[in-house]
Structures are given as structure tokens and as C-alpha cells.
């Protein structure tokens, strides 16, 4: 388990092994260092759940943007620049008082990166992937999620290049709220469905 | 192959750690990403070439390696199997001189630039489709590729046999089964289907979940 490795100064083996792969790559001409800082400032710090926050957001408070995307999303998210690797193929669903749904990659660990970024290590742990589309409940309350009986779970498996997003209910009370406030209350769990939007603070 | 990576219904996994939520939980993980990323910029392989590289890893690797040593395999297999790098360099850890594919490096001023452009799977087909929303249609009964004996599919073996029902048609797109092997894109019709939990488990959880999956196809027939 790489969490429970005994903290040391030396790297641990994979450590050593990506870097061997990684001076060969860039010792044989084929792998710019400076490309793989880029491709990582990137992913850790340009492209993340933000992105997919400000859209749930809109569409909660723009019913002609919610029709659009619910359509056709991908002009939309080519304007807002929200276009990209692993975000060529995106359809939103939309939880409901009736459903609730779940997005998972039972074959490896398909996400999509324009929107919500590189994916969390549980969503990527064998447990998840072999579980969810079992017992999503289950795994629902591994995350503290209870559902009503009533409400009906739709889990998304990510078989093919398109992704889901998850448009999670709105919550109650942030009927005054303005589109940024919105989106902070939209978690990166509440657009998998492994959670739900934040309650507004009172 | 084995389908060690198809988990999908598995029992006996235990709790799922939500409190594991890093992007990077190390240094290295990002740095593996990066230098996937970077090797596949060299445009040698394509997504499901690369998809079968790391289910192919031996079970034992696939069950022991934590997820980016799984990349690092695949990616030491793809570029020796592209004849990219020899598997004495890799040993060695010596590069045999500069590669006749240096002028392809992706350079860090075309990163951003290379990520938004994305790489779209859907293309034009002389493939109609035989199916609407709302139809009702089986998945075939073994998850296995009909072209390559062994060879990589996208239909996981938990939802093979069962009949759902036509919710999205997507277009047409690049078949997984063909272009993993190198034998072209064969485009196809693809579908969202959904399974009833009922129709995929003994004990469902409620009588009212149901799994979505995409579907190509030739994975379907009428039901």
C-alpha cells in the first residue's frame, strides 16, 4: 500500500524507477523536463474542480445554459474554454429529487480532467471500482452519503471516451445567493456523486 | 490476457478510503503522469493501445503495484514494444544515443496548448445504427474480444449477458476491441445502456438502481 510506507529521506523504489524512465526519456532526446513541470503546474494547480464547480453553478441559475447543456454541451464548453484531454465527450446528469447518480471507471480509472482534474486515489482504488456498481449505497455511506429509500441510484460506468458529470441538487436555502457563492458550495464528490452539494451557511 | 483490471462487482475489497483524496499523494505520482503524458505526445500509440499495455501487466504486478507503478509499467512496455527504447537502455538506465523521434518531443511552451486540444473519439461510420433510445438490448454473453483471441474490450465481464435498455445514442466511435490491436479505428455506433440492478445482481441493494454503461455496437443484439 503506498500509504504505508515508513517515512525515511530515501525515495522509495517507484520513486527511483520513474526517475531512471525519466533521465533515459530525456537523455534519448524524447522528454522535455521543463515539459513535464508544465503538464504538472497544469494539473495541480491550473485545472482542477473549479472548472466544473463554475458550470454546475450556471446552470443552476441559468435555465437557457442548463437547457444547452443538457443538449448539446460541448460548443458551450469550448467557448469557456473548458475544452480538453479527457473532456472531449462530456454529458451532465443531473440529480433529482427521484435520482441520484454516481460516476465510477469499473476498467480503469476514466475522468473527466477539463472539469474536475486528475482523479482522487479512492476513485481510482480497487475498492471503488469493484464495489460501487454493486452496492453504490454502501459505498455512499463510506463517504458519510445517506439516501432516501425512495430516491433511486443511477451509476455511470465510464466504459467508452465519454465522461459524466454529476449536477448535484441545489441545495435549499441559497435561493439568494450569487453564481460564485453557488459554486462553492459544489464539492468535486458532489459532481462524482459520491457526495453532495454543501449546505449554505445560515 | 487475464482480466485482473476488470473489478467491476468484485466482492471481498473492503471500505472505500475516502480520506485517500489526493491528486498526487507523492511527488512521483505527477511525475509518472507527466512523463506518460509527455511519451504519448510522441504519438506512437493511442489511448487503447496504451489501456491494454497496463492490463496486460502480469495479475501479480496489476494486484501488488500501486495505481502510477501501473502506468510506469505499461509505459516501459509500450516504448519497447514501439521500439522507442530497447529493453537493454532500460536496464541499464543508458541511453544508446539521441532517437530518430527527438523532433516529435513535446516541448513545455506547447503543453497547455497540447491538453486542450484533446484527442476526440467519435468518426464517421458507414456503420448504421441498428438501435433508438428506448430499445431493449442484450450484451453479449462473454466479455471478450471477437477479433483478437485474448485481446482488449470495453465491456466489463459483471454486465456481460444482460439486457438493458437503449438511454443515449452517442454517435459513432472508435472501437476499443480494433484499434488496441493496431488493426484501425472501425468505427461504430455507440450506446448508453442501462441495466437494472435486478438484472445484474442476486442481492441488489433497491429494486430501482441501475447501472449505465457505454456500449459499442457489435457488443449488443437485439432483446
Known amino acids: 500500500m503506498p500509504h504505508d510506507h515508513p517515512h525515511t529521506d530515501l525515495p522509495s523504489d517507484p520513486a527511483l524507477r520513474v526517475k531512471a524512465l525519466e533521465t533515459l526519456l530525456v537523455d534519448k532526446g524524447l522528454v522535455d523536463p521543463a515539459a513535464l513541470d508544465e503538464i504538472i503546474e497544469t494539473y495541480a494547480h491550473k485545472v482542477g474542480p473549479q472548472n466544473g464547480a463554475k458550470v454546475v453553478a450556471k446552470m443552476w441559475v441559468d435555465p437557457a445554459f442548463r437547457a444547452a447543456m443538457r443538449s448539446d454541451p460541448m460548443p458551450l464548453l ?105 459554486a462553492a458550495l459544489v464539492t468535486r464528490d458532489a459532481m462524482i456523486g459520491t457526495g453532495l452539494a454543501l449546505e449554505p451557511k445560515s | 490476457m487475464s482480466r485482473v483490471h476488470d473489478m467491476g462487482g468484485r466482492f471481498g475489497d473492503g471500505a472505500v478510503n475516502a480520506s485517500d483524496d489526493a491528486t498526487f499523494a507523492q511527488d512521483w505520482h505527477a511525475r509518472a503522469l507527466a512523463l506518460t503524458l509527455a511519451a504519448g505526445a510522441l504519438g506512437q500509440w493511442n489511448i487503447d493501445i496504451s489501456r491494454h499495455a497496463r492490463e496486460r501487466l502480469s495479475p501479480k504486478d496489476y494486484t501488488r503495484f500501486s495505481y502510477y507503478e501501473k502506468w510506469m509499467g505499461g509505459l516501459a512496455e509500450l516504448l519497447v514494444e514501439a521500439g522507442i527504447v530497447t529493453r537493454e537502455e532500460l536496464q541499464s538506465g543508458k541511453a544508446d544515443g539521441i532517437s530518430p523521434l527527438a523532433d516529435r518531443k513535446l516541448l513545455a511552451e506547447k503543453v497547455v ?111
Open chain 1, 78 to 182: 469550448r467557448e469557456m474554454d473548458l475544452y480538453g484531454r479527457q473532456g472531449e465527450h462530456m454529458i451532465f446528469v443531473e440529480n433529482t429529487p427521484e435520482v441520484h447518480n454516481v460516476v465510477v471507471c469499473t476498467l480503469c480509472s476514466c475522468y473527466p480532467w477539463p472539469l474536475l482534474g486528475i482523479p482522487p486515489g479512492w476513485y481510482k482504488s480497487d475498492a471503488y471500482r469493484a464495489r460501487v456498481v454493486r452496492e453504490p449505497r454502501a459505498v455512499l455511506a463510506d463517504f458519510g452519503v445517506t439516501l432516501p429509500e425512495g430516491k433511486a441510484v443511477r451509476v455511470w460506468d465510464s466504459t467508452a471516451e465519454t465522461r459524466y458529470l454529476v449536477v448535484p441538487e441545489r441545495p435549499a436555502g441559497s435561493e439568494d445567493m450569487s453564481e460564485e457563492e453557488l
Open chain 2, 113 to 223: 496548448a497540447a491538453l486542450a486540444a484533446g484527442g476526440p473519439a467519435d468518426r464517421p461510420s458507414d456503420i448504421a445504427p441498428a438501435f433508438k433510445r428506448g430499445d431493449k438490448v442484450r450484451l453479449r454473453a462473454r466479455a471478450g474480444n471477437t477479433l483478437v483471441n485474448g485481446g482488449h474490450t470495453r465491456l466489463p465481464a459483471y454486465a456481460a449477458g444482460a439486457v438493458g435498455e437503449v438511454v443515449i445514442y452517442h454517435g459513432t466511435h472508435i472501437l476499443p476491441d480494433s484499434s488496441a490491436h493496431g488493426l484501425g479505428e472501425a468505427p461504430e455506433p455507440l450506446y448508453a445502456v442501462a441495466v437494472k440492478a435486478t438484472e445484474l445482481w442476486e442481492h441488489p441493494e433497491n429494486p430501482n438502481d441501475e447501472v449505465i454503461l457505454d456500449l459499442w455496437q457489435s457488443y449488443l443484439e437485439p432483446a
